[in-house]
């Protein structure tokens, strides 16, 4: 099975901050990798498909990259809507989800 | 716009079984592949179960193969999850969702339906 790592568990940062978030892979997933954005009591939110590309109405503050093993999710300006725990979940083989980053508006 | 609803949800006892539900809207139903994910309380997301399209090929996860299964009825563009042989490691928020093509990625999700599983 493939395990996806999470880092960092939690970040608290200021609006107007650039936040990173980075996802590892145990094996290579190629590109076949997607980013969430959860906010308390309500259902995860499609943010990144294919390692980079943009969801339909999402922020263009929000972006993807990385392929192989390595990915990140990049806030370019942190709003304090985009206070929310955010999942990544490789695809290639199945579903596994990262176990989440929690991002804090200081 | 595709809507997703889930029900079924419910206080049970450990080694008893529940039914969910997950009446679909919006989209041809027959078209897609549908999944189930769950979320225990405080937790990181889980994909639990898929089934095709047609409804000929079911996958699960390890941790409720044998236990639980997928199906669909097509007439009532309604998805299920019997969960049988329930354990209170089984309590969480299960959620129904859609991908957009063949990716087991979620593009449309319902509003999730919790399962306490509790002596």
């Known amino acids: 099975d493939i395990q996806m790592t999470q880092s960092p568990s939690t970040l608290s940062a200021s609006v107007g901050d650039r936040v990173t978030i980075t996802c590892r892979a145990s094996?290579?997933?190629?590109?076949?990798l997607a980013w969430y954005q959860q906010k308390p009591g309500k259902a995860p939110k499609l943010l990144i498909y294919k390692a980079s590309s943009l969801e339909s109405g999402v922020p263009s503050r929000f972006s993807g990259s990385g392929s192989g093993t390595e990915f990140t999710l990049t806030i370019s300006s942190l709003q304090p809507d985009d206070s929310a725990t955010y999942f990544c979940q490789q695809y290639h083989s199945g579903g596994t989800f990262g176990q989440g980053t929690k991002v804090e508006i200081k | 716009q595709v809507q997703l609803v889930e029900s079924g949800g419910g206080v049970v006892l450990p080694g008893r079984s529940l039914r969910l539900s997950c009446a679909a809207s919006?989209?041809?139903?027959?078209?897609?592949?549908m999944h189930w994910v769950r979320q225990a309380p405080g937790k990181g997301l889980e994909w639990v179960a898929v089934?095709?399209?047609?409804?000929?090929?079911?996958w699960y996860a390890d941790s409720v193969k044998g236990r639980f299964t997928i199906s669909r009825d097509i007439s009532k563009n309604t998805l299920y999850m019997q969960l049988n042989s329930l354990r209170a490691d089984d309590t969480a928020v299960y959620y129904c969702a859609r991908g957009r093509d063949s990716g087991w990625y979620f593009v449309y999700w319902g509003q999730g339906t919790l399962v306490t599983v509790s002596s």
């Open positions: 094996q290579s997933i190629y590109t076949w």
């Open positions: 089934i095709s399209s047609d409804g000929s090929n079911k």
């Open positions: 919006g989209f041809t139903f027959s078209n897609y592949a």
